[in-house]
């Protein structure tokens, strides 16, 4: 059975690749176990062979096409992935990780809600790149909780796009203590600054 009709909750309705000179051989591997794996359509922007071209050409085709469609989602090669990455982060609606690792790229999807996966391959190896591949088209976001209300992730994903201004209007009462008390950690840290005595650190503790 395609992996892609056994999945339940996740809709894509297109996978727009792109690529340069350095990475058309990984690309089409790629897209090979893409076809295999999943029902979906693949648009391949290019590039198409091995001739040296400039990555920026085929990051804005593929963020362009992108960008026209509902739920799709964006996969880029390059050398070190980096060039492709700050470009498709130059476009308003794409949030493009730049994966080193599998459950980086998954945590991107669940926290960050990314429609873009950027990979270098001069970092990875395919058999990892594939595998951030799968990560990222089977995870889902953490959209909502278990009695419907918006997540802290949905809330802050919201906040990137400015699609609403105050954060705290959505909270739960949890979730406004935790930040209070966070404040007032900024608060004292910042007295400590203004003091010229070392700054403290905070434990990131759970991805939060």
Do not use: W
Not at 2 to 28: F, L, M, T, V
Not at 140 to 148: N, P, T, Y
């Amino acid at each position: 059975m395609n992996r892609r009709h056994s999945e339940e909750g996740i809709s894509i309705s297109k996978i727009i690749i792109g690529c340069d000179h350095a990475a058309y051989p990984q690309k089409q591997e790629l897209i090979n176990m893409i076809k295999k794996a999943y029902d979906i359509e693949v648009i391949d922007v290019g590039c198409n062979s091995d001739k040296s071209c400039h990555y920026p050409d085929y990051a804005h085709k593929a963020c362009e096409l992108v960008l026209k469609e509902n739920n799709a989602r964006l996969i880029l090669l390059c050398a070190s992935g980096t060039g492709m990455n700050i470009v498709a982060n130059k476009h308003n609606g794409i949030r493009c990780v730049h994966g080193h690792k599998i459950f980086q790229v998954a945590l991107a999807r669940q926290h960050n809600n990314v429609n873009g996966l950027a990979m270098g391959i001069k970092l990875s190896e395919m058999s990892d790149m594939k595998g951030m591949v799968q990560t990222f088209l089977d995870t889902e976001f953490e959209e909502m909780d278990s009695q419907g209300n918006p997540t802290r992730h949905a809330l802050r994903v919201s906040k990137i796009e400015n699609k609403i201004e105050k954060l705290d209007v959505l909270l739960t009462p949890l979730e406004k203590s935790h930040m209070s008390n966070s404040s007032k950690l900024d608060d004292v840290t910042n007295t400590h600054i203004s003091k010229s005595k070392p700054k403290k650190t905070r434990s990131l503790g759970n991805f939060r």
